[in-house]
Nanobody, 121 residues
Framework: QVQFVESGGGLVQAGGSLRLSCAASGRDFRAYAMGWFRQTPGKEREFVAAISWSGHNKYFGDSVKGRFTISRDNAQNTVYLQMNSLTPEDTAVYYC??????????????WGKGTLVTVSS
């Protein structure tokens, strides 16, 4: 059974930073991409970022380009999302995901339960 441990969410002021982490376990994730989506009430889930197994290929949603970075530690099956210059529009539940497609075509096949990020103005 695939399990996720997500952490790093919380309350931050606009302009601030947060770092999310997500540790996965329960299967062999070699060759799988890892990434993040986010969702706010009444809206569809939005792609945020994804990273290939090697870490060489990264892909970001348009709304976070230049502000968010993604990285991973394969030894720990962990993916990180560094979020800088946060705005209230970044407020959402952030979901960790793992999938077999490359970052540019990333679709989550396994999902975390989500961690809430709230950005105050």
């Amino acid at each position: 059974q695939v399990q996720f441990v997500e952490s790093g969410g919380g309350l931050v002021q606009a302009g601030g930073s947060l770092r999310l982490s997500c540790a996965a376990s329960g299967r062999d994730f070699r060759a799988y991409a890892m990434g993040w989506f986010r969702q706010t009430p009444g809206k569809e889930r939005e792609f945020v970022a994804a990273i290939s197994w090697s870490g060489h290929n990264k892909y970001f949603g348009d709304s976070v380009k230049g502000r968010f970075t993604i990285s991973r530690d394969n030894a720990q099956n962990t993916v990180y999302l560094q979020m800088n210059s946060l705005t209230p529009e970044d407020t959402a539940v952030y979901y960790c995901a793992i999938g077999s497609r490359p970052p540019r075509l990333f679709i989550g096949e396994y999902w975390g339960k989500g961690t809430l990020v709230t950005v105050s103005s």
